[in-house]
């Protein structure tokens, strides 16, 4: 275990996101034998709209965007932070900070999805791996 911060690229990330999920967030750092950063919460429906016609994205109902009901958005994109840069290719970081989170959130009693495939522990197909994305379950949030 390490002792991680949140730098300011993160913390503004997190503005607007789901307190409940700040905290899985924060919790996970904590625990995490990587260093992550936070590199997006909220986002617009227009930014999602360019994610999916580019590919990044396979929906427009995107819990990066804030619902009206709360103002929240329920949804975080992690990346590894290793020797001072964004690990973008080492799948090990991207599991380690799954695991991270996961625990974080078993830990907090908060249910949280990860958007990796199956085959490195997360809970989406095998076909569309998100490595950096998580979120609150639809069902469970907003409560």
């Known amino acids: ?10 913390l503004k990330s997190l503005r ?25 919460g909220c986002r617009t429906y227009e930014r999602q709209k360019k994610l999916k016609a580019s590919g990044a994205s396979k929906t427009l109902r995107s819990r990066h965007i804030p619902l009206k009901r709360n103002g929240k958005g329920h949804a975080v994109d ?33 249910p949280l999805t990860w958007g990796a495939g199956k085959m490195y522990g997360g809970h989406w197909s095998n076909s569309f ?6 979120q609150l ?3 469970e949030y907003p409560r």
């Open 1 to 10: 275990m390490k002792n991680h911060t949140l730098g300011s690229r993160s």
């Open 16 to 40: 607007g996101v789901e307190p409940d999920l700040q905290k899985v967030v924060r919790r996970a750092l904590k625990i995490s034998s990587v260093d992550f950063m936070v590199i997006e």
């Open 78 to 110: 992690i990346v590894p932070w290793v020797n001072g840069t964004v690990d973008w290719n080492g799948i090990a970081a991207f599991v380690q900070v799954g695991h991270a989170m996961l625990v974080a959130a078993h830990q907090l009693g908060i």
């Open 129 to 134: 791996n998100d490595m950096p994305h998580y």
């Open 137 to 139: 379950p639809w069902k």
